[in-house]
């Protein structure tokens, strides 16, 4: 059952269409005006909007803009009494289900917004889904939340479940490893071998022998055989670390497995055939390696057919409070120690560094800083940062501060709050940073402020 607002200017068609819609078993509110609408938008949760497209002052395509601004996952019925197709389609453009002509017969409303209905259960099953990716990113410590990283994250999401090669660009410590390790986990390969080569640290001989294995008397030493990365890989996922770095000698071969799937041991004649994922990285701008004559332009775009470019820490500041205090957990639980909190100097010290070795350098900057830690909060003392380091002013507007032990709940309840304080207690304003519906807002900041444990603004 679902919560309907009618909204139209002719109060006998609000009370008929609340007749039918409450013999059906669902919550019907009724408003006569798009401003009366409106307000009940603002705070009130609806899972169903059916409006008049002509009414005074304000008329029902506005209600419709601003309903899909308030929540996007809202169903919109248009009503008209007038058969007009191109207001049908300005509708339907921004955003309306259905759109039903007057004089209105109750099988109609009906089949209209139990079709409507059913379109808001999709969206919302997508968005449940969408939460529960998200919430695996944060089991598997993806974390962040600048746009930047969402828009990553979304384009693994996207790529995951595909077969096609992924190339993964970025500085040193950017978490290249991770993200290659949460595309396996969130495709069908999952429960196969996710394996990892670093295919810089060894000479092309060797390094051949690892990728595709040998047969017993290949070479010297070759006292039986051996598979190789792609077979002990199969159905799985493989991982080639610094492929920059690959000997030419070794790309030619790479590239036919990934055209075919086959290839043979080193010293053997058998054709093998194999079905692996390769995901590659580097910390090259590979296509001046291509230019230089480095590495095979093939090859390249063999590997290039989706690019994951991870961001330098520097480009995703309001990350770095959430990385904090999630290393915090981490090194505090691992070694044991009672320390809960950064201290506000510590955070902008954190901010403000130009991070040379990104995510990795901020891990271990917090893990001798838990280490080192005399109380129970880091101080800017205990982070040890390079003092001449060139100061870097940190746009501190989207990020919040919080205690390292704080539950989810607190997370978001601060968040809430604290981008209700950067925009002077504008809820509209505040709803879009935080990517939440007003009406969401609205009711969780009446809960606080009615729960009277927290001081929030009282002019919002």
Request: proline share 4%; net charge negative; charged share 25%.
């Amino acid at each position: 059952m679902a919560s309907i607002l009618v909204v139209d200017d002719t109060r006998s068609t609000c009370t008929a269409l609340a007749a039918i819609l409450g013999r059906e078993g669902h919550t019907v509110v009724t408003a006569t005006s798009g401003e009366e609408a409106l307000a009940h938008l603002e705070t009130s949760e609806v899972d169903l909007l059916l409006c008049d497209v002509r009414m005074p002052k304000m008329d029902g395509l506005a209600v419709l803009q601003r309903a899909k601004a308030y929540d996007g996952g809202i169903a919109v019925v248009m009503i008209s009494g007038y058969s007009d197709i191109t207001v049908a389609v300005e509708a339907m453009k921004e955003g309306a289900c259905d759109y039903l002509v007057k004089p209105l017969g109750a099988d109609d409303v009906r089949r209209a917004v139990q079709k409507a209905l059913a379109l808001r259960a999709l969206l919302v099953e997508n968005l449940v889904l969408k939460h529960q990716v998200r919430d695996q990113f944060t089991r598997l410590q993806v974390i962040g939340s600048s746009p930047t990283w969402h828009q990553i994250c979304e384009l693994v999401r996207q790529a995951a479940p595909a077969r096609a090669t992924v190339l993964i660009t970025g500085e040193s410590g950017t978490g290249k490893e991770l993200i290659a390790s949460l595309l396996h986990r969130l495709s069908s390969r999952a429960e196969s071998p996710f394996i990892v080569l670093n295919t810089a640290a060894l000479p092309a001989t060797l390094l051949e022998a690892e990728l595709f294995g040998y047969e017993k008397g290949a070479f010297t030493g070759a006292l039986q055989r051996k598979l190789g990365y792609f077979e002990l890989a199969n159905r799985g996922t493989l991982f080639l670390d610094e492929i920059g770095d690959m000997p030419p000698e070794v790309q030619a071969k790479l590239l036919r497995i990934l055209q075919d799937g086959t290839f043979q041991r080193v010293g053997g004649t058998q054709t093998l055939q194999v079905d692996v994922r390769v995901v590659a990285a580097t910390n090259k701008e590979l296509w001046r390696e291509v230019t230089a004559g480095n590495f095979r332009q093939d090859l390249y775009y063999r590997l290039n057919v989706i690019n994951v470019a991870l961001p330098p820490l520097r480009e995703r500041r309001p990350d770095i409070p959430l990385l904090a205090a999630h290393f915090l957990r981490k090194y505090a639980e691992e070694n044991q120690k009672q320390v809960t909190a950064i201290q506000q100097e510590a955070l902008q010290r954190l901010q403000a560094y130009s991070w040379p070795g990104n995510v990795r350098e901020l891990e271990n900057v917090m893990e001798r800083a838990v280490v080192l830690a005399q109380g129970t909060t880091i101080t800017v003392h205990d982070l040890n940062l390079d003092e001449q380091e060139s100061p870097v002013v940190p746009d501190t507007r989207d990020s919040f501060v919080l205690p390292a032990n704080a539950t989810l709940a607190e997370v978001e309840r601060e968040a809430i709050i604290q981008a209700l304080q950067r925009n002077q207690g504008n809820r509209q304003a505040a709803a879009r940073q935080l990517a939440i519906g007003p009406a969401t807002l609205y009711r969780k900041f009446k809960a606080y402020k009615e729960s009277g444990e927290f001081e929030v603004l009282p002019h919002c």
